[in-house]
C-alpha cells in the first residue's frame, strides 16, 4: 500500500514547482490573467541560464511594474480602503527590483536569481492576503458579489 494518498499526491500545489495552477484563481479575471504571467515570468527568470538572464530579468521587472501599477489604480480609482498596505508593498518589491537591475547593469547576476527565489516565495502570500481582498472588491463593485472559484483537480471532502 502506498503510504501516500493519491488524491493528494495529485493536488496541485503553489509550492515546490511554482507553476500556474487553479488554486492561484482569485475569480477577478483581469487580474488572474496579470498572475499568471507573473508566475511565467517568475519561472523563466528561476530558471534561465547566464546567457538568458538579463533579458529575463528585464522582462521580470517590466511586468512587475505594470502588474503593480494596475493593481495600484483599482485601488486608488475605487477608493478600496485598506490600499495603502498593497501599495507600500508593490513599491518595495519595485525597490528591489531597481536595485537587482542596477547590480545587473554592472555584470552582477546572482542577485538576480536570489530575486527569483524571494519573488516565488513571495507571492503565494501576497495574493492570499492582499491580492485576494483586492479580487473580492472588484468583483463585488462589478457583480454585486463575492467571486465564485472553481478550481480544478482539488479533493473535496
Ligand atoms: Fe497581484
Ligand atoms: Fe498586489
Known sequence: MSRMDPTLS???SKGADFAWNDTFLLG???MDTVHEEFVARARALRDADAAD???ALAAMVAHLREHFAQEDTWMTETEFPPRQCHIDEH???LRSA??????????QLEPARGFAEALVDWFPGHADY???ALAHWMCKRQHGGKPVVVRRGLALR
Open 28 to 30: 477577478y479575471t483581469p
Open 130 to 132: 492582499l491580492d485576494a
Open 53 to 55: 538572464l538579463p533579458a
Open 91 to 93: 513599491a518595495a518589491v
Open 10 to 12: 495529485e493536488m496541485p
Open 98 to 107: 531597481d536595485e537587482v537591475l542596477g547590480l545587473a547593469g554592472q555584470g
